[in-house]
């Protein structure tokens, strides 16, 4: 996979990708040009073998703060609607490229976390968070709907629709404790602990059976538009799928052994 990117840090290491955007000075808004690699490297992550997780960090105290103003915003009121439209396709792309990626992703939020920048951690698979973490779907207080990226489909999933209602009417900001008791936040931790918290995260999750964990995160995504039955059917083709590989056998033979099971993802 590769981490020679223009528009976004992007550091592999060990199976573990760490990216990050790197504008600190403004609190990491989104370009044209970062959410248009952060959806291509996401998209490529399906065929990576060399990267089996990847945690989104924050970078100088803060996560993001949506789409720049000026170099997002001030454009599109000059825009006719088809390049509106193509711009609002291609940020929703990136959304479906994380959840499609195929790898469990962590988001270690810490500061500002709006917008853009907080559709991208609900995005993600997991989410760890500092108490001075505040995310805002703000959306409304630009003049536009809280319905942006999926928001309305995928917050309420995580939060509850009521909750997802009031942070979507109002803009408001949903601090770090709130998030932890309403189930955004997997957890809290001290400002000067998360990347370490981060990476223990996923190296815990590495240390799994990646195949499996890939289809694990297939299913989360694709059982939201099934019946039940149809889910129970989905994940008994998934888990036969899962009990050929060798990952499965390793685990039998570890488990007679009275050994840990060493997993390749295969």
């Known amino acids: 996979m590769r981490s020679d990117v223009k528009h976004f840090l992007c550091e592999i290491k060990d199976g573990i990708a760490t990216v990050r955007l790197d504008r600190p000075d403004r609190k990491n808004p989104l370009t044209f040009d970062s959410y248009a690699e952060l959806r291509d490297w996401f998209r490529d992550l399906v065929y990576a073998d060399d990267v089996d997780v990847v945690i989104f960090g924050s970078n100088g105290g803060n996560f993001s703060s949506g789409g720049d103003v000026h170099d997002i915003i001030g454009p599109l009121t000059r825009m006719n609607m088809k390049d509106m439209l193509r711009f609002t396709r291609m940020t929703g ?34 989410r760890l968070a500092t108490p001075e973490a505040k995310t805002a779907f703000l959306f409304t207080r630009v003049g536009l709907a809280g319905c942006d990226m999926g928001a309305c489909a995928i917050l309420p999933r995580i939060i509850g629709q009521t909750r997802a209602a009031e942070l979507l009417y109002t803009g408001r900001s949903m601090s770090a404790d709130e998030g932890e008791r309403w189930g955004f936040f997997n957890r809290l931790v ?29 299913m989360l995504a694709q059982e939201w538009s099934m019946s ?19 990952d499965f056998e390793r685990a039998y033979n570890a488990f007679v052994a009275k050994q840990r099971p060493v997993f390749e993802g295969n």
Not at 231 to 238: D, K, R, W
């Open 93 to 126: 792309d990136l959304v479906k490229a994380i959840v499609n990626c195929g790898k469990p992703v962590i988001a270690a939020v810490d500061g500002i976390c709006v917008g853009a920048g907080a559709i991208i951690a609900m995005a993600s698979d997991l």
């Open 190 to 218: 001290a400002g000067d602990a998360l990347e370490a918290d981060a990476l223990a995260l996923a190296q815990q999750i590495q240390l799994g059976p990646n195949f499996a964990h890939m289809m694990t995160k297939t």
């Open 228 to 246: 039940i039955e149809q889910a129970i059917e989905a994940e008994a083709q998934a888990q036969a799928i899962c009990m050929q590989t060798g």
